[in-house]
């Protein structure tokens, strides 16, 4: 006891010098591409709680009932799939796409919040995915599609209802998942109209008109494009969806040299423009009032979002919420389900690390994280009344 009481000043001493030395690190090499992130010495405190919650209080039997790890799903990336308690019937898919500015992260640091929502009866999908300097945007969007992939051909394996694929994302994890979902959505409304024109097209040749070169090299594209199966809903957590606002908010916070944002979305006010779902809404707004085929393949929305969230403010989900109303007519709106959870006192890791395994702190907001969670996942679907 006393040996332990002696060394807490050196661990203490450790562990401040390390936060230094890392931070300072990170900032020296920060605009060079330089593979490093001080992630690990932030995330101590979660770090340790996993390994007392994975060996101490799981042992390497329990875990293993619970948990396939290292799953290959794409190129090297791998995922780890939790298993409910009840296994007897098929259950929701819930993907984790986790945060950490495009450029570090882990799968293993959100076992413990995998563990909570695997409690409530989901198939929990965690991803790893590649992230900046090894790759820039588009090839972390391959890793989440890829991901999505996996869960629907492979949903009787794990016992997941392929019908109830949820993605779920925080921060980075949330525009990723947003773009990449939405983007798919798109995709899909704009081959389905010009499958609708090629039918009348081919009316058209009959009476001696032909396809010009556009539309066969739109055919050939669609034909080689993959898309995503059904997303029922998505859960995104002080996400980012508009990207030079964020920037100018980095600024602001004088951490834009330590961020990798805009090197990530290419430098360019294109590429920020192009990797924003508000923008991405706001470009195809003639869909969203018009598509009937949209409103049937549109994924139900949960916005969740602190305010008191100084790292990601939380105008950026106001403002995807605003867009979405301002794209959709009254009359169509009422046919989407967008919720907004705004929490007056949340920063902006809480919605993730209040359901997390963390020995040194309380979590005063999981039970209302984890009813508007199973709110929005467990709600059957509206019937349409005869």
Known sequence: ??????????????????????????????????????????????????LYWRYYEMRTLRFKEIVSEDIPYHSRSKLDVYYPPRRSERSPILIFIYGGAWSSGFKLLYATLANTLRQLGYVVIVPDYRKYPIVKIDEMYEDVREAIKWAYVHSKEINGDPDMIYIMGHSAGAQMAAQVVLSDVIGKVKYHERQSKDTMSHVSMKHGLSMNRNDVLNEQKDKAYDFLPQVEGLLLFS???????????????????????????????????????????????????????????????????????????IDQSIN???????????????????????????????????????????????KSLLRDIQFFINMPPVEDKP
């Not at 393949?297 to 916005?303: D, E, F, H, K």
Request: proline share 6%; net charge negative.
């Open 1 to 50: 006891m006393l040996c332990a009481v002696l060394c807490l000043p050196l661990l203490l001493l450790t562990i401040v010098g390390l936060y230094l030395s890392a931070w300072t690190t990170c900032y020296l090499h920060a605009q060079t591409d330089f593979p490093i992130s001080p992630s690990w010495v932030t995330n101590f405190p979660l770090i340790v709680s996993y």
């Open 320 to 366: 995807f919420s605003k867009m979405l109303e301002k794209v959709f007519s009254d009359e169509r709106l009422k046919e989407i389900d967008l919720r907004q959870r705004f929490y007056k006192n949340i920063e902006h890791g809480e919605p993730v690390t209040d359901l997390m395994e963390n020995k040194f702190k309380t979590h005063p907001f999981r």
């Open 239 to 313: 996400g980012v969806y508009d990207i030079q606002p964020h920037i100018q908010h980095e600024t602001m916070r004088g951490v834009e040299k330590l961020s990798a944002l805009s090197r990530v979305m290419g430098l360019t006010e294109q590429g920020y423009i192009t990797n924003s779902p508000i923008h991405l809404i706001e470009a195809n707004a003639a869909l969203f009032r018009e598509s009937e085929y949209l409103l049937d393949i549109w994924p139900r929305i949960l916005l969740l979002h602190g305010q008191a969230d100084t790292t990601v403010p």
